[in-house]
C-alpha cells in the first residue's frame, strides 16, 4: 500500500547505523581541525570566543544576564557568595520574543530588549540592588554566530532560526545592546558577550572542573568546548596566560556527505530563509522536528487515502506542526493512542483515523526524532575524539553539559542520544564519560562570565 511505502522509504533513508554515525563523528573531528586551522577552513566555523578563563565558584558579587535564544529571551542576575557559597540567590524573567520583531530592524529589536529589561532593573526588590555607584555588569548570550575581537564584542555572521533582521549583520550587537540601554537610562555595563552553548560550558564548570563541553539542543543546536590555546593554528593574538581558549564551534552549520538527507530535508532547506546552511542543525534541532513530520505527513496524504477526505489547509501550513507536539504524540502511552487522534484533530483537523494510522504516525515521529537523536550523539562523540577523551588516549573523567527545551522536553530524544553516545564509544570507554542536563545554563553562565571577566576584580 502506498503508505506502507512512504514509510518504509523514510525508515531506509533516515537509518543511521553505527558504520554511518562512526563516519559522521570523525567527519566531524576533521571538520574542528580544518575550521581552527585557518579562518573559513571549514564550514564549521570553530569560532574564538575570547573567554579564557571560566568561571571558578569562587567569584563574589551581584551580576546580570541577559539570554536571547531562538523563541524566548530571558533576563537574571545572581547574588554569588564566592568560594563554596556558589550562587546565594537569583531572581530571572521569562519573554516570548514578538514574532514581528524577528524581522524588524535592529534598534526595534534591542529597544525591545532594552526596555524589558530596564523593567526588570526597576522592579528590583530593596537591599539586592548594588551599592556604592557601581555600575551593573552584564553578561549578554547571544545565540546567533557571532565573529568576535574581544570577549565584550562581536559582530554578526548572519542570523539563523526564525530570525532575519538586515540591518544587524555586520554590526557590533554589543554596542547596539548598549547604545539601546542608554536610551532606556539604563546604567549597566556589558561585560561578556557569549552564545548559550558557550554559556551552559559556563555554567556547568563552575560546578564541576571537569565538564568540557557545553552543548544545545533548543530552537537550534550549537556546541562549544575547552581547546589548548597551542591548538588553534588560525589564531594570531598573544596566547593567553591560562593557556585555554573556549571555541564557539557554530556545529549547526556542519555537513558531511554521511549525514542522511531526504527529499524532506532537501525540500525544507529550499524553503528555508537560510537554504544550504546550517544543515545539520536543520536534521537535529527542535525547530525542524516537527516540519519534517509534517511534509512526511502531508505526502501520505497526498500518496494514499489514510486519512480520508480532509482541509489540507492547516497541514500544508509550514511550521504548523511543531516539536512539542510531535514529542506529545511520540509519548503517547494511552492504549488506544488518544493524545494522537487529539493532536491530529486540534492541531491538523485530521479527524476519524484508526488506530494502525495513528501507530504509522508514532513511527513517524519515532524515526524522525532517532535520526537526530543518533546523529547529534555521533556530534558529541566526534568532539571528544578531536580531544582524545573517546577512550583511545586519555582516560579523565569528561562530562558534556546539554541545555536546550529539546534535549530537556523531549524524553525518547536524551534517551536515546545518551544511549547511542554509549553504543559509539563502547561500555568501557563510556564510563569515563557523563552526560550531564545543565539546567539554564545559558542565562546563569553568561552572567558567571561577566563575573570573571568583571572590571571590578
Ligand atoms: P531557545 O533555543 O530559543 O533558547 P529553548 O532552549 O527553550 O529555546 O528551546 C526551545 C525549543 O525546544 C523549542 O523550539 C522546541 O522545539 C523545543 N521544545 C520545547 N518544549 C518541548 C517539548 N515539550 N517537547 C519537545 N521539544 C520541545
Ligand atoms: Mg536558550
Not at 551581584?62 to 524566548?72: A, H, S
Not at 546604567?187 to 552564545?195: F, G, P, R, Y
Not at 588553534?232 to 552549520?253: A, C, D, H, Q
Not at 544511549?419 to 559509539?424: D, F, G, H, Q, Y
Amino acid at each position: 500500500m502506498a503508505e506502507q511505502q512512504v514509510v518504509a522509504d523514510l525508515r531506509e533513508n533516515c537509518a543511521t547505523p553505527a558504520s554511518l554515525l562512526r563516519d559522521v563523528a570523525a567527519a566531524m573531528a576533521d571538520e574542528m581541525c580544518a575550521g581552527l586551522e585557518k579562518e573559513g577552513g571549514s564550514r564549521v566555523k570553530m569560532l574564538l570566543s575570547y573567554v579564557d578563563k571560566l568561571p571558578t565558584g569562587r567569584e563574589e558579587g551581584l551580576f546580570y544576564g541577559l539570554d536571547l535564544g531562538g523563541t524566548n529571551f530571558r533576563v537574571l542576575k545572581v547574588q554569588l557568595g564566592g568560594n563554596d557559597k556558589h550562587v546565594i540567590s537569583r531572581e530571572s524573567r521569562e519573554l516570548a520574543i514578538p514574532p514581528h520583531l524577528m524581522s524588524g530592524s535592529s534598534s526595534e529589536l534591542f529597544g525591545f530588549i532594552a526596555s524589558e529589561l530596564a523593567k526588570f532593573v526597576a522592579d528590583e526588590e530593596q537591599g539586592t540592588s548594588l551599592s556604592n555607584g557601581k555600575t551593573r555588569e552584564l553578561g549578554f548570550t547571544f545565540s546567533f554566530p557571532v565573529r568576535q575581537r574581544s570577549v565584550a564584542s562581536g559582530t554578526l555572521v548572519k542570523w539563523t532560526k526564525a530570525f532575519s533582521i538586515e540591518d544587524a549583520v555586520g554590526k557590533d550587537v554589543v554596542a547596539e545592546l548598549q547604545t539601546a540601554m542608554q536610551k532606556q537610562g539604563l546604567d549597566m555595563h556589558v561585560a561578556a558577550l557569549i552564545n548559550d552553548a558557550v554559556g551552559t560550558l559556563a555554567g556547568a564548570r563552575y560546578y564541576d572542573e571537569d565538564v568540557v563541553a557545553g552543548v544545545i539542543f533548543g530552537t537550534g543546536t550549537n556546541a562549544a568546548y575547552v581547546e589548548k590555546a597551542n591548538a588553534i593554528p588560525k589564531w594570531e593574538g598573544e596566547l593567553p596566560n591560562s593557556g585555554e581558549m573556549v571555541i564557539n564551534m557554530e556545529w549547526g552549520n556542519f555537513y558531511s556527505c554521511h549525514l542522511p538527507v531526504t527529499e524532506y530535508d532537501q525540500s525544507l532547506d529550499n524553503e528555508s530563509l537560510n537554504p544550504g546552511e546550517q544543515i545539520y542543525e536543520k536534521l537535529t534541532s527542535g525547530m525542524y522536528l516537527g516540519e519534517i513530520v509534517r511534509r512526511v505527513l502531508l505526502k501520505l496524504s497526498l500518496q494514499s487515502s489514510i486519512f480520508g477526505e480532509i482541509d489540507r489547509t492547516k497541514l500544508k501550513t509550514h511550521f504548523h506542526l511543531r516539536t512539542p507536539h510531535i514529542s506529545a504524540m511520540h509519548h503517547d502511552n494511552t492504549p488506544d493512542l488518544k493524545i494522537v487522534e487529539e493532536k491530529l484533530k486540534e492541531i491538523l483537523e485530521i479527524a476519524g483515523t484508526s488506530l494502525e494510522t495513528r501507530k504509522m504516525l508514532v513511527e513517524i515521529c519515532d524515526i524522525v526524532t532517532r535520526r537526530a537523536a543518533r546523529l547529534a550523539a555521533a556530534g558529541l562523540a566526534g568532539i571528544l575524539k578531536k580531544l582524545g577523551r573517546d577512550g583511545s588516549v586519555d582516560k579523565r573523567r569528561s562530562v558534556i553539559a546539554i541545555d536546550g527545551g529539546l534535549f530537556e522536553h523531549y524524553a525518547k530524544f536524551s534517551k536515546c542520544l545518551e544511549a547511542t553516545l554509549i553504543e559509539l564509544l563502547g561500555e568501557e570507554s563510556s564510563k569515563f564519560v557523563v552526560v550531564k542536563h545543565a539546567d539554564d545554563g545559558s542565562g546563569i553562565g553568561a552572567a558567571l562570565i561577566a563575573a570573571s571577566q568583571s572590571q571590578y576584580r
